[in-house]
């Protein structure tokens, strides 16, 4: 079965550097959530969109920024990256139906501020 | 205010021996859902159970049960005759409709078993 894919896998960057985060939901979800979680961190909840739309925010930073496309692809990107930005970003999708019938999480993106 | 907590940072547990692993949540939600994670060191989370508010059965899977208790707000894990394979941290986790379907982790246990 398809799986929620997240791209880059790994991904390292400099500081004040700016990196775009890719999630791709399993086909038909309509709502994709963002997750941070740093070292020895449990994730903590960013931002969800629900049909293309900004639905629910967490605690995301005024630097990064979210999209849902067309396509209900999601993109986080985030700039002037600072070394306290180095985590573990996970997206989720879910589908129409809501938690009953699914929720997915990625393999996560890892992301290195050097 | 931490709507999940695992007060078990870290367990070692020696291979063959029974563990269980503590979640106490709270929400004000009536309809809300409950999971557990295993996050492996290579990163993933690793999806083990989902139950949601209004099924308080328990259930047993292979060497994984879950006791999902309402009147204490707990919804615990036990492995029995653990194995090496089972180190790993684990997160409880709580949804809820109200608040969007965002997921609320606790802070997770580790787990490793020795051999």
């Known amino acids: 079965a398809a799986g929620v894919i997240q791209s880059p896998r790994h991904l390292i960057k400099e500081k004040r550097e700016t990196a775009t985060l890719k999630c791709y939901p399993i086909?038909?979800?309509?709502?994709v959530y963002w997750y941070q979680q740093g070292p020895g961190q449990d994730p903590q909840f960013l931002i969800s969109?629900?049909?293309?739309?900004?639905?629910d925010k967490g605690s995301i930073p005024d630097r990064f920024s979210a999209q849902q496309f067309s396509d209900y692809h999601s993109e986080l990107n985030m700039s002037s990256l600072e070394l306290g930005d180095s985590a573990l970003y996970f997206c989720a999708s879910s589908s129409p139906g809501g938690l009953k019938d699914g929720y997915t999480f990625g393999s996560g993106t890892r992301l290195t501020v050097v | 205010a931490q709507k999940v907590t695992q007060a078990q940072t870290e367990i070692s547990v020696v291979e063959k021996e029974d563990v269980t692993l503590d979640c106490v949540y709270e929400t004000r939600d009536t309809t809300y859902y409950l999971f557990w994670y295993k996050q492996p060191p290579s990163g993933e989370l690793v999806f083990l159970i989902r139950?949601?508010?209004?099924?308080?059965q328990n259930e047993i899977s292979g060497r994984y049960s879950w006791n999902f208790q309402k009147s204490t707000s707990s919804f615990n894990f036990t492995i029995t005759a653990s194995q090496v394979v089972d180190s790993a941290v684990y997160f409880c986790a709580l949804s809820e409709t109200f608040t969007g379907n965002q997921f609320y982790f606790g802070t997770g246990t580790s787990l490793t078993v020795i051999p």
């Open positions: 139950r949601n508010s209004f099924d308080e």
């Open positions: 969109f629900y049909e293309k739309m900004q639905s």
């Open positions: 086909p038909r979800h309509d709502t």
